[in-house]
């Protein structure tokens, strides 16, 4: 699985449904996001990726995306610092320029939507304001 080429192994996942709770929907708001911007909302899913001691390395991400007559189920994999280390498009849905767009996210972070230029960098920074620790 991506966690475990990903994070040497992994360790334990845990799971988290509720993810757009008052604090991530303000942030959200705040950076211009307050709309979905492609994700059904309801169904995204992460899992947070423990290391064999218990502590949190990264996430991992389900989202159903959405633009145009694009439809795909994502599965995003992050650091906990935000960094983008896999998007991967299972079911081979996407058009080869939109998954080239979405491949181009690997390695970068996001902090605010003036960085962002296409819908899946907006998509990449609403994974980000999601992926807190708690």
Same mark, same amino acid.
């Given at each position: 699985? *991506?966690? #475990?080429?990903?994070?040497?192994?992994?360790?334990?996942?845990?799971? #988290?449904?509720? *993810?757009?709770?008052?604090?991530?929907?303000?942030?959200?708001?705040? #950076?211009?996001?307050?709309?979905?911007?492609?994700?059904?909302?309801?169904?995204?899913?992460?899992?947070?990726?423990?290391?064999? =001691?218990?502590?949190?390395?990264?996430?991992?991400?389900?989202?159903?995306?959405?633009?145009?007559?694009?439809? =795909?189920?994502?599965?995003?994999?992050?650091?906990?610092? $935000?960094?983008?280390?896999?998007?991967?498009?299972?079911?081979?849905?996407?058009?080869?320029?939109?998954?080239?767009?979405?491949?181009?996210?690997?390695?970068?972070?996001?902090?605010?939507?003036?960085? /962002?230029?296409?819908? /899946?960098?907006?998509?990449? *920074?609403?994974?980000?304001?999601? $992926?807190?620790?708690?």
């Amino acid at each position: 699985s *991506l966690t #475990h080429e990903l994070f040497d192994g992994g360790g334990r996942v845990s799971q #988290h449904l509720d *993810l757009y709770d008052e604090r991530v929907q303000a942030a959200l708001a705040q #950076h211009g996001l307050a709309e979905p911007i492609g994700f059904n909302r309801s169904q995204v899913f992460r899992r947070r990726v423990l290391d064999q =001691a218990g502590v949190l390395t990264g996430s991992v991400f389900r989202t159903y995306w959405s633009a145009g007559d694009e439809r =795909a189920k994502l599965w995003w994999v992050l650091t906990v610092d $935000n960094r983008i280390l896999a998007v991967e498009d299972a079911q081979r849905s996407l058009k080869s320029s939109t998954s080239n767009l979405f491949q181009k996210l690997i390695g970068r972070q996001f902090g605010k939507e003036e960085e /962002c230029k296409t819908a /899946c960098e907006l998509a990449a *920074l609403e994974i980000t304001l999601l $992926n807190t620790p708690d």
